[in-house]
């Protein structure tokens, strides 16, 4: 028996246990990388109260202050309405986390590095997908006003998810490249957010909307809907909600930095700082300027956020687009 026990280690549970041991590797990376991201929301969630109660010239709450809160919001039972369809109602915050988790484990500095060639179409899906994941927790709620705030959320994504692509096209056209290095590798010499100002804008205002922020908060108002799509939760629910949010406003900070301040790449070719801390200041950046609209800014009508958005933005997008394509056709020819 213990002859028989020695050859079945040899020959079957140790090679099993070395095939298995890259994917151990991986998911403790995933799971290390899952950590950081959390801390580095909590500390954006932090940020975000220094900067509001600067604001409204009050006392800041403190990290050990807040993150009890969060804590005791995680152990409260959540509940859950008599007529919401219940999978469903706790299922939408789960998948707003996973979702706005989805885009950093394929960035080429996240878990591993599982995905060198990193195509920003990734970050329009998981965007999109992260926008659905709140409009079906308002939806499945069963009240009145989680369902409004659902129906403008659906509004303000109808108008966010076309100025946002065609202003991610616009610098995919102009890096030459669908992936962040190249993107990145291209303003080496000059910011995209020079000659692409305009556009670094329209960004702004779809990160925005994508986030239901002021001055275009009026899915989540408190005043009018008692929290929108946000009216029926409490416990954990909402605070993963609030988690997927922190996470989602990160994910448009770095993509943001990336897109229009060069991620990695330094500020007049000076290496006094690794790439890694360049990146980490210029997503900080971000994070206070959208930050300070959601504090500094009134709420816009719904009805209003698509006028502006359909009527203005986007038309004045697809020019821009066509100028930049016709550009970069007269450089290449001129070459």
Not at 172 to 193: C, E, K, N, V, Y
Not at 207 to 221: C, D, H, I
Not at 222 to 246: T, V, W
Request: proline share 5%; glycine share 6%.
């Amino acid at each position: 028996m213990t002859e028989f026990l020695k050859a079945l280690l040899q020959t079957e549970i140790k090679p099993f246990l070395h095939d298995l041991a890259p994917v151990g590797s991986m998911l403790l990376h995933a799971f290390i990388f899952f950590i950081f991201i959390l801390v580095f929301g909590f500390l954006a969630n932090w940020g975000q109260e220094v900067l509001r109660a600067r604001l409204e010239m009050r006392r800041a709450l403190s990290v050990k202050r807040l993150f009890c809160r969060m804590c005791a919001l995680m152990l409260k039972q959540p509940a859950v309405p008599d007529a919401a369809q219940k999978i469903l109602f706790r299922a939408a915050p789960l998948f707003a986390l996973v979702f706005a988790l989805f885009f950093f484990f394929f960035m080429p500095f996240g878990a591993g590095n599982l995905h060198q060639d990193f195509s920003l179409l990734y970050f329009l899906f998981v965007s999109s997908c992260g926008v659905y994941a709140f409009i079906a927790g308002g939806w499945s709620s069963a009240s009145r006003y989680g369902f409004f705030g659902a129906v403008r959320l659906i509004a303000q994504s109808l108008a966010c998810q076309p100025l946002l692509a065609v202003v991610v096209v616009t610098i995919l056209m102009t890096a030459g490249g669908s992936d962040l290095p190249s993107i990145m590798s291209a303003q080496r010499h000059l910011w995209f957010i020079v000659p692409h100002f305009p556009m670094f804008v329209l960004y702004l205002l779809a990160s925005g909307m994508m986030l239901a922020w002021a001055p275009f908060g009026a899915p989540k108002s408190e005043r009018e809907l008692a929290g929108g799509i946000y009216a029926e939760y409490s416990g954990a629910l909402y605070a993963l909600f609030l988690m997927a949010e922190n996470i989602l406003l990160l994910l448009c900070s770095v993509v943001g930095s990336v897109l229009f301040l060069g991620g990695t790449m330094p500020l007049f070719d000076e290496d006094f700082l690794s790439p890694s801390v360049w990146l980490v200041l210029k997503t900080a950046f971000l994070m206070f300027v959208l930050t300070l609209m959601r504090c500094a800014l009134p709420s816009w009508r719904t009805d209003k956020v698509m006028n502006v958005s359909f009527k203005l933005c986007l038309p004045f997008a697809l020019i821009w687009l066509t100028l930049t394509a016709g550009v970069l056709c007269f450089m290449q020819e001129g070459v």
